[in-house]
């Protein structure tokens, strides 16, 4: 499905249903998107893992950090993907593996094949979209501001 063809009703449906969001790519940066988009989510009362093998902070606006998907050890409802397209493969693999139900990859990430893969294995898929822009425009209250 092309990124322009998610209709209204599905990223609501959604965006309505998952609670808990693992952020591969979190960052600690205050500048860096991901950092802002976590800040949002959680604003807006999501639980937002964040998953980064690079950080060197334990904890990420209160969640603990992740090294890796497999080292969560509880449920996930969402992998939100702050990584280069060409590695989103790689996440969509695990993000089958951790039972995820919903794989998003952020805006300008794509993978193809990730996507297939994990839509086979029964996930939903979003590609090229920002879950925070799609908030704020589907849902209102104000402007994004990470």
């Known amino acids: 499905m092309s990124a322009n063809e998610y209709p209204d009703a599905l990223l609501k449906k959604i965006l ?4 808990t969001i693992a952020m591969v790519g979190a960052s600690a940066n205050p500048f860096r998107p991901s950092n802002g988009v976590m800040r949002f ?13 690079n950080l060197t902070v334990s904890t990420l606006h209160g969640e603990p950090v ?12 969402m992998v939100d993907v ?8 790689g996440v969509a693999d695990e993000a089958v593996a951790a039972s ?3 794989l998003w990859m952020q805006l ?19 590609m090229d979209r920002c879950p925070a822009i ?13």
């Open 108 to 126: 300008g990430v794509r993978n193809e094949a990730g996507a297939a893969r994990a839509e086979k294995a029964g996930l939903t898929v979003i």
């Open 16 to 19: 309505r249903s998952v609670k």
């Open 41 to 53: 989510l959680q604003s807006r009362g999501y639980r937002v893992i964040p998953v980064n093998p």
């Open 66 to 77: 992740y090294a890796a998907l497999r080292d969560v050890g509880e449920a996930i409802d």
């Open 134 to 146: 799609e908030i704020a425009r589907l849902f209102g209250n104000g402007p994004v501001r990470f």
């Open 82 to 89: 702050f990584r280069r397209s060409d590695a989103a493969g």
């Open 100 to 102: 995820a139900k919903v």
